[in-house]
Nanobody, 124 residues
Framework: QVQLVESGGDLVQPGGSLRLSCAAS????????VGWFRQAPGKEREGVSC????????DYAESVKGRFTISRDNAKNTVYLQMNSLKPEDTAVYYC?????????????????WGQGTQVTVSS
């Protein structure tokens, strides 16, 4: 059974930083991609960043480029999202997801498994 568990969400002031974690278990395929998505109230879920299993393919949404960094620790089966210079518009529930095959995409429609999400609130 595949499980993805996000953590690290919190209330932070504008300009602050957070690091989200996504711990994966039960996914046995060698080639995959992991994505971070977010959903704000009243809005559709949008792709934030993705990382292929080989590490050679990374992508970011334009709105977070230069501020967010995706990374992984294979020994811990964990993917991270380092978020710096946070803005109020980054407020959302953040989800991680995993898909088969290495192709990295910010489209939510082809990810196979999802976590429950972690709340990030950016406010003074």
């Amino acid at each position: 059974q595949v499980q993805l568990v996000e953590s690290g969400g919190d209330l932070v002031q504008p300009g602050g930083s957070l690091r989200l974690s996504c711990a994966a278990s039960g996914f046995t395929e060698d080639y995959y991609a992991v994505g971070w998505f977010r959903q704000a109230p009243g809005k559709e879920r949008e792709g934030v960043s993705c990382l292929s299993s080989g590490g050679g393919n990374i992508d970011y949404a334009e709105s977070v480029k230069g501020r967010f960094t995706i990374s992984r620790d294979n020994a811990k089966n964990t993917v991270y999202l380092q978020m710096n210079s946070l803005k109020p518009e980054d407020t959302a529930v953040y989800y991680c997801a995993i898909k088969r095959r290495q192709f990295c995409t910010l489209s939510r429609y082809i990810y196979n498994y999802w976590g429950q999400g972690t709340q990030v609130t950016v406010s003074s």
